[in-house]
């Protein structure tokens, strides 16, 4: 009795056939489509060189695309596949470019649509009533004890900054604007909080669900996991999420959308209270605000976000600075400490914080950066042994001023 034998084109066929099914449905997530189209491409190739590899195995297998092509008997054949070939392209290139109802995907991303209901931490959370517990527990606490309420809330702030800064600034940054280390190695690029069409938009429930679920918690139309969040519900605890997010609005200056107008109206009148003293802060206030978690409370640049970088912020202890325009050894310039600060230092994680801070509030943190000197370089010379603490800090504020500069001429400028 004669086998059944399946012929090398057909074999072909099946093996692409098969292959487009297991790529597509097979192993969730599903691929995005261009990754599944570099994928038949090499299962194709693949094929091509397995039937062309052997002389007899390429002649069967060209058989019927011959036949087909030369015999004129397959007249009707040929035509068929002069309109359907075309037709099943033009009909896929118009579902790609037709107009849609729908919202981009990006956008999607942004303000994706919540489910009811999202589970972490071993249970299950309705997100139409879920409140921020560590903001109500605040509010509770203003309206009998309003200094044990404020220190509560600054509590909270404080441990959702050290959160932040230890686990989410390397993809949104220290300013909070989406540029962090790690941010153009991704596409879609993480969430700008700076943005004031994004997280003011937001209930405090949904960053919950953004949060706790990362990108593989995004509906069906983010699929295939369009967002490189972590499912930070794995690494954090419940009350880091929440702190983190009221480390957000605080820091960003902005309320999030409470539907309870009294609620609403509380929490804006601290964030209101908040504003009103931060444009104040100078010195050693704003290095507390702005830049201790990377430098260190003592200036020695060992902060709480300063494990992971490389290199590794500038030790101000040492009085040791490579940025500046100032002649060999000398320390820099008050103006190249300046516009370190305002414009930051490409290739490093030091950004520029002209955006918030202004010009006066920068010099101001001229000498604190003087300040936490233990080596002597910034006192003047004839400085007393009296004016020094017992960490070797200089306690007055006449700091040493370097005004020479560099001369150009003559310099070899680097080549482009």
């Known amino acids: 009795m004669k086998s059944f034998r399946i012929p090398a084109f057909w074999q072909a066929v099946l093996v692409i056939v098969v292959a487009y099914l297991v790529f597509d449905s097979a192993f969730p997530p599903l691929l995005p489509k261009t990754l599944m189209i570099q994928y038949m491409i090499i299962t194709i190739i693949g094929v091509l060189l397995y039937f062309s590899f052997d002389d007899a195995r390429w002649t069967e297998f060209q058989a019927p695309v011959l036949a087909t092509l030369r015999n004129d008997n397959l007249m009707v054949v040929r035509w068929a596949l002069l309109i359907i070939i075309p037709a099943i392209i033009g009909y896929t290139v118009y579902g790609m470019v ?43 606490t203003l309206s009998s004890d309003k200094e044990t309420g404020w220190k509560k809330y600054k509590e909270a702030v404080s441990a959702g900054r050290d959160v932040y800064y230890q686990n989410c600034f390397y993809c949104h940054g220290d300013l909070l604007n989406g540029q962090g280390h790690y941010a153009q190695g991704f596409n879609p690029q993480p969430i700008n909080f700076q943005d004031p069409t994004i997280i003011p938009q937001l209930q405090e429930s949904f960053l919950f669900w953004r949060i706790t679920t990362g990108g593989p918690g995004l509906p069906k139309e983010g699929t295939p996991w369009n967002s490189a969040m972590p499912v930070w519900h794995e690494m954090l605890s419940e009350e880091d999420v929440w702190n983190v997010i009221t480390f957000l609005f605080d820091y960003n200056g902005q309320v999030p959308r409470i539907w309870d107008p009294a609620v609403s109206k509380q929490v804006t009148g601290m964030k209101d209270q908040v504003l009103a003293q931060r444009k104040q802060i100078q010195g050693q206030e704003l290095y507390e605000f702005r830049c201790q978690v990377c430098h260190g409370e003592q200036g020695a640049g060992d902060g709480i976000a300063a494990e992971h970088m490389y290199p590794k912020p500038r030790d101000f202890s040492l009085a040791l600075f490579k940025y500046k325009t100032s002649p060999g050894t000398e320390l820099p310039r008050d103006e190249d400490l300046f516009n370190t600060i305002k414009f930051g230092l490409t290739g490093t994680a030091m950004p520029g914080w002209g955006p918030l801070m202004s010009d006066e509030q920068i010099r101001s943190l001229i000498p604190v950066i003087k300040r936490f000197d233990i080596t002597s370089a910034w006192p003047p010379e004839e400085a007393d042994e009296d004016a020094f603490d017992d960490d070797g800090h200089y306690t007055k504020d006449d700091f040493r001023k370097i005004t020479d500069v560099e001369p150009l001429t003559g310099q070899i400028p680097y080549s482009r």
């Open 98 to 140: 037709k107009p849609s109802n729908e919202a981009p995907v990006e956008l999607r991303q942004v303000h994706p649509a919540p489910p009811a209901s999202v589970k972490a931490y071993g249970k299950s959370f309705d997100l139409a009533s879920l409140e921020n517990p560590i903001r109500e527990e605040i509010i509770k």
